[in-house]
């Protein structure tokens, strides 16, 4: 059995990205909403991306659902938001966490039950609003809440 710190099942919790184009241009429609149901979704402009964001290199980023359930940002140009990545580096997503690409904001969410960086099943489980640095026991990475 692999250690978690949440019990709900892979894939649980309805994982996906909502997304818009920057505040300036937006047109006051409700954001749009991709569910992540496959293993790896491509983003960026080429026609046969997972979701294809006009403006992006072909290729700009990836999600990657891994073995231990996590939705991982692999960016393959800058990527902004609560990772700031260079090209070749990774991120593991938690809910809430915002993404930027060119002009387009994205926030990947998962429910809190499901995700299994969110200790005791989330604030419904009993963590407070703020999390202390912690070591994921699967990974031993010490992971932080977002300072912006």
């Known amino acids: 059995m692999r250690p978690t710190t949440t019990h709900y099942a892979d894939r649980g919790g309805r994982p996906r990205l909502i997304f818009v184009k920057d505040s300036e241009s937006w047109d006051g429609k409700a954001p749009k909403v991709l569910n992540l149901v496959d293993d790896v979704v491509v983003i ?4 046969d991306s997972g979701l ?3 403006g992006l290199e072909p290729v700009h980023a990836r999600i990657v659902r891994d073995d231990l359930d996590e939705y991982v940002l692999q960016a393959v140009h800058r990527v902004g ?3 700031g990545l260079n090209a070749g580096q990774e991120y593991v997503l938690r809910s809430g966490a915002r993404i930027e690409l060119g002009g387009w904001r994205l926030v990947f969410y998962r429910e809190e039950y499901a995700d299994h960086g969110r200790p005791y099943g989330g604030r419904n489980g009993g963590e407070l609003a703020y999390q202390r640095p912690q070591v994921n026991p699967r990974t031993g990475i010490i992971e932080r809440d977002s300072t912006d």
């Open 52 to 54: 294809i964001l006009e």
């Open 81 to 83: 938001g609560s990772a």
């Open 44 to 47: 960026g402009s080429a026609q």
